[in-house]
């Protein structure tokens, strides 16, 4: 069952932030970090991501919306940049942007505003094209 929740895990994963990124991260594997890798990609995207309950889109939406609230800016701009190179428009982040401003406050979402235009910048540099971005 571990092996099959891994490999499940691993899938999602991949499709979710990309194989480029789940390559560096797990080039970056030690010892000491081996275990605690291996329970988030069983646990975190075996076991909930895969769940029937939300859709990946929805998952996202939590997931930035609660990276947010958090303030924990590395793992937002990891999602962000998952989430507008996997086809999420530029509208819909607007949105989640808005409707956490009123949770979690002008600040946060401020910053959120300005790392949105970094990594739009980087991945414009990297060809990738966002949806509903104007030129």
Not at 82 to 93: E, H, K, N, P, T
Request: some cysteine; proline content about 1%; overall charge negative.
């Amino acid at each position: 069952m571990a092996d099959q929740l891994y490999e499940d895990g691993m899938k999602i994963r991949r499709k979710i932030l990309g194989d480029a990124h789940v390559d560096r991260a797990n080039a970056r594997i030690t010892n000491v970090s081996r275990e605690f890798q291996d329970f988030i990609t069983r646990y975190g995207w075996g076991e909930i991501w895969t769940r029937p309950g939300f859709d990946h889109r929805t998952r996202r939406i939590l997931v930035l919306g609660t990276m947010m609230g958090l303030g924990r800016w590395e793992e937002f701009r990891m999602h962000l940049r998952a989430a507008l190179q996997g086809g999420m428009s530029l509208a819909d982040i607007k949105e989640i942007f808005l409707q956490q401003a009123i949770y979690c406050g002008l600040p946060i979402t401020n910053t959120a505003f300005h790392h949105l235009e970094e990594i739009m910048t980087e991945l414009q540099a990297e060809g990738v094209s966002i949806q509903g971005q104007e030129d």
